[in-house]
C-alpha cells in the first residue's frame, strides 16, 4: 500500500510539472506575439509619420527635370503676368527655416533677374506644416493682400521672414499688427482680418495643389511655362537650392527644353 501511494504521489507530481512547463511555455509564446504586434505597431507608425509633409533640406540635391504641373489661382505674385512666359510658383511655410532660408538668399536674385525683366511672374502660395503659428503668418499675409494688394503683401512677407526664428515658434498678434503699421496698412483694419480665420479655405487650397504638383516638403517650387489660363507646366525644384539651380530651371523653361 505505501509503495502504491508513492507511486501515486509521483505520477501527480509528475503531471503537475508537465502542466506548469506547458503554462510557461504558453507563457512565452504569447509574451513573443505581443513583442512582434508591437513592433509591426511602430513600423505602421513609421510609415504614416514618414508620409507627413516635412521640411526639404537644402543640401538634398534637387532631381533635374522632374516634371510637375500647378496652377497660380488667385495667389500673390510680382511681375508683369501679360508679358512673362514662365511662372516660378513656390509652395511655403513662414515657420520653415529652410524657406526663410531661400527667401534671405535666393528671392532677391532671382526677382531681379526675372521678374523685374517681364520674363518670369513669381508666385506665393501657402503650405503650412507647423500648425497653428504657421496659418496664422500665412493669414497675416493674406489680410495685407486684401487690403492693399500684391505688392504689400510682399513687404508683408518680408517682414515675417525677418522677424521670426522659424520652427512654430510664430509671432505674436501685437507685433504682427505692428508690423503692418510699418508699411502702412491701416492697424484695426488688419487687426479685425487677422482674427477673421477667413483664409482657411485659400490656405487648404494651396496645401491640396501642392499635394497634386508632387511636393512633399517646404519650400517647394513648381517652374514652368504660364498658359492664359494659369496653368504652369514644367519641372520641380525641391528645397532652398541655390540661386543657380534655380536658374537652370528658369533658362530651360524660357528655352521651351
Not at 15 to 22: G, V, Y
Not at 44 to 59: C, F
Not at 143 to 169: A, D, H, P, R
Not at 246 to 253: D, G, K, M, Y
Request: overall charge negative.
Amino acid at each position: 500500500m505505501i509503495g502504491q501511494k508513492k507511486a501515486t504521489d509521483d505520477l501527480e507530481k509528475t503531471k503537475t510539472n508537465n502542466q506548469n512547463r506547458i503554462i510557461s511555455f504558453l507563457g512565452i509564446v504569447l509574451a513573443i506575439l505581443l513583442i512582434w504586434d508591437i513592433s509591426l505597431d511602430l513600423r505602421k507608425d513609421k510609415n504614416l509619420s514618414s508620409a507627413n509633409l516635412k521640411e526639404s533640406n537644402p543640401t538634398v540635391t534637387s532631381e533635374t527635370n522632374l516634371q510637375s504641373s500647378t496652377n497660380i489661382d488667385d495667389d500673390p505674385y510680382l511681375g508683369d503676368k501679360n508679358k512673362a512666359k514662365i511662372a516660378i510658383v513656390e509652395f511655403s511655410d513662414y515657420e520653415c527655416p529652410f524657406c526663410k532660408r531661400f527667401h534671405d538668399d535666393t528671392f532677391n536674385q532671382i526677382v531681379t533677374k526675372y521678374v523685374n525683366t517681364s520674363k518670369a511672374i513669381f508666385v506665393y502660395r501657402d503650405l503650412p506644416i507647423h500648425g497653428d503659428a504657421s496659418i496664422k503668418d500665412a493669414t497675416a499675409a493674406e489680410c495685407v493682400k486684401k487690403i492693399s494688394g500684391n505688392n504689400k503683401y510682399f513687404e508683408m512677407s518680408n517682414l515675417i521672414f525677418q522677424n521670426l526664428t522659424s520652427g512654430g515658434q510664430g509671432i505674436s498678434s501685437d507685433k504682427l499688427i505692428q508690423l503692418a503699421g510699418q508699411i502702412n496698412i491701416d492697424k484695426n483694419q488688419f487687426a479685425t482680418c487677422l482674427n477673421s480665420n477667413n483664409f482657411k479655405d485659400e490656405i487648404n487650397k494651396d496645401a491640396q495643389d501642392a499635394n497634386k504638383a508632387g511636393i512633399e516638403g517646404t519650400p517647394g517650387f513648381v517652374i514652368g511655362v504660364l498658359n492664359e489660363k494659369g496653368e504652369v507646366k514644367g519641372e520641380l525644384v525641391v528645397g532652398a537650392q541655390p540661386f543657380s539651380t534655380f536658374e537652370s530651371a528658369i533658362l530651360r523653361q524660357l528655352s521651351g527644353r
